[in-house]
């Protein structure tokens, strides 16, 4: 599966931005999605996901109640809605795939095998 993430920009703290992965070559509907971020010098950490099509939603505390996963299976796509930035939210995202994952691993970066190019975020204070 070949995902494109799409979204990022320059916003002020408090701003929102909706990120987009869109996929093809396969079918979001039984993959598990997640975002993860890195900052620079920092190292790769979950953001959420959207497990197997979205039967459940999972979420990194630092992000929890400001951000929302959504997929839209028509579109073959899933989305972040960051609410309330933060000038710590800045980092490129990526979007994951994998088919197999299991829910433990959910938030472990090194188990996904498709990975988006990244999109950067950066919110001013």
């Known amino acids: 599966v070949q995902l494109q993430a799409s979204g990022g920009g320059l916003v002020q703290a408090g701003g929102s931005l909706r990120l987009s992965c869109a996929a093809s070559g396969r079918t979001l509907r039984r993959q598990t999605i997640a975002w993860f971020r890195q900052a620079p010098g920092k190292e790769r950490e979950f953001v959420a996901a959207?497990?197997?099509?979205?039967?459940?939603?999972y979420y990194a505390d630092s992000v929890k109640g400001r951000f929302t996963i959504s997929g839209d299976n028509a579109k073959n796509a899933v989305y972040l809605l960051m609410n309330s930035l933060r000038p710590e939210d800045t980092a490129v995202y990526y979007c994951?795939?994998?088919?197999?994952?299991?829910?433990?691993?959910?938030?472990?970066?090194?188990?996904?095998?498709?990975w988006g190019q990244g999109t950067q975020v950066t919110v001013s204070s």
């Open positions: 994951a795939a994998d088919s197999s994952i299991i829910l433990s691993n959910v938030r472990v970066s090194r188990f996904y095998d498709y």
């Open positions: 959207f497990w197997r099509g979205g039967s459940s939603t």
